[in-house]
């Protein structure tokens, strides 16, 4: 018996997977928060070097402000005073348009900056001066984070498959909310960065355990449904992003207030179920049986117990080593499995580096932050409705290569053309937008049916290793744009299309039961090898028997 057969008779999509799949919407929405939180957090405004030192001597007399700034800072080809310079003394010869000398002496800023604060109230930039030589550092917080991200995703991926799906959640919402407020009182650069690696360690347990719950709750054709609904919950804390940092100008409390909503998600942790999947695989029959017990009540199956008995859970699937603890070296043990986690690594990884590369470059269009930041997010929602009808009707392997190869191609045209034609940039940048959010839903839901249940956490752990560490190294990417100003649009093209290429080489697992163990896998791949056999003799046999017929 398998374990779909013993769901169905609970109704696998049903009231109580309906709950199950809202009550992880509200810990899934500060996820995407948290995830671009630097494209407000730290934001680089317009700043100049500190004069008031000068005025303080005197220097200036009765001077304003305007001619301040003409005197001691140098001017830009745009007109704005320079960012990161001052000159060595004051130029007061500027004030009579006489024409300065060829060679003015400038000096890095030597008394802080002056920030326009019109935008933001405090960013990390102007908090720690994260400006001229430590700009990179601004930047480099985004791959902090995604680095702790990339660890997290290792940790609870061997801790889940060992401990339970539940407990680990609860450990990922306590410390999550921990490590972010201590994070917004951050007295110094270090002691921010520390904290925000801690952040992304514990988050990466939300999102990988809640997806992986729900799925192992529902019947194999909803889960579809139940993949890109859920994924709706990105797409609706990434616009309320937006909103927040509008609203929220101060990096401190924007912390805070994109973390809060985890304590509604800590009160309801008591009425998520564990995955009786799990329970079952771990020889933990009894447990499950209540679980599914409590699912056939809610959705009003009266006749459960009676139609599956407790004995039948033992035979739902036959593990040589029952309670045999999983690793992530059993992913490269057996030739099939070891295939598909070479293959689903560099599929994450070019999905996630193209999905940031673009999501944290909002400033390249000359458009207002906030309303790139919510177009950016709001596109998500159609491509995810599309993306659903894509899934069912022409199958995982086709959209996931499909979008990710689109993604490359809308990169490519944004290469090549001008960029006076900013409107038409724009619009294929979110059009590129969309399609790599969609790639997104797809590997999630994807990868979850790719990998059996005894090492389903493992693998998607893994799988979230590899996309963190593309995603960890976006921000790095984009400062070559100093070496070549294409550079960083270049290289994310090249690993999207590469990437999508590689997709195809995974087996479509539409419509197709959950893996149990490892040896479904090895199956599967005898079964292919069988059936290309067949096809073969089948081919042989028809051409011998024209060629007897034409004899």
Partial sequence: MKFESILEETDGFGRYQIALVLLMYIPRIPIPCHFLLNNFIAAIPSHHCNISSLGSEGIFGNLTQEERLTVSIPVQDDGTPASCHMFSYPQFHLLSNSSSPSEVAVVQCQNGWEYDNSTFISTLATQFDLVCEKRGLAKASATIFFVGVMAGAVFFGVLCDKYGRRSMLLVSYV????????????????????????TGFALTGIINISFVLSIEWVDTKHRTFIGVFGSISWSLGNMLLAGFAYLVTDWRMLIITVTSPLLLATAIWWWIPESARWLIANGKAETAYKYLQKCATFNKRRDFTSRVKLEALSTVMTVEQQGHSYTYLDLFKTPQLRRLTLFTGIVWYGVASTYYGISLNITSFGLDLYLTHFIYAAIEVPAKILIYFSLNKVGRRITQTGTLVLTGFCILINIITPTEYWTFRTVIAVLGKGLSEASF?????????????????????????????????????????????????????????????????LPETNNERLPETIEDIEEMRYKNKCHKIQEKILNYCFRFGNISLQS
């Fill in 441 to 505: 839903t797809t590997v999630f839901l994807y990868t979850t049916e790719l990998y059996p249940t005894v090492m389903r956490q493992n693998g998607v752990g893994y799988a979230s290793f590899m996309a963190r560490l593309g995603a960890s190294i976006s921000p790095l990417i984009m400062l070559l744009e100093d070496t070549w100003k294409l550079l960083p649009e270049v290289i994310f093209c090249t690993v999207a299309i590469f990437s999508g290429l590689i997709a195809w080489l």
């Fill in 175 to 198: 410390s999550s909310i921990v490590f972010s407020v201590v994070s917004a009182f951050s007295s110094n650069y270090i002691m921010f960065a520390a904290f925000r690696f801690l």
